[in-house]
């Protein structure tokens, strides 16, 4: 995560198109990737990383509906991807 928004792998997600962000901890990181994944949804996962965060795209024109990223200091992770969301965003 940076200024521009998401970066993961090739992909970029810019900050605009962000929504709300989820820390996935062991057994939830198994279920994105199991139980509860989304066909449309964009993996970008190492399998030997257990945890990671669910980032939802807020873009009615991209059909992907949320992304799932591995780390391991996912906590880290969604406070940048939710200062580059917050960043993009008008303020009122």
Do not use: C, N
């Not at 449309?40 to 024109?61: E, H, L, N, Q, S």
């Not at 406070?79 to 008008?90: E, F, Q």
């Amino acid at each position: 995560a940076g200024a521009d928004g998401l970066q993961a792998g090739a992909a970029h997600l810019p900050g605009w198109a962000i929504g709300s962000v989820e820390v996935l901890d062991q057994p939830a990181m198994a279920a994105a990737r199991g139980a509860q994944a989304d066909p449309r949804a964009f993996y970008v996962i190492k399998g030997y990383v257990r945890t990671g965060v669910r980032v939802w795209v807020d873009d009615p024109d991209d059909s992907v509906p949320y992304w799932v990223v591995s780390s391991r200091h996912p906590q880290q992770l969604a406070a940048g991807v939710v200062a580059a969301r917050d960043a993009a965003r008008p303020r009122h």
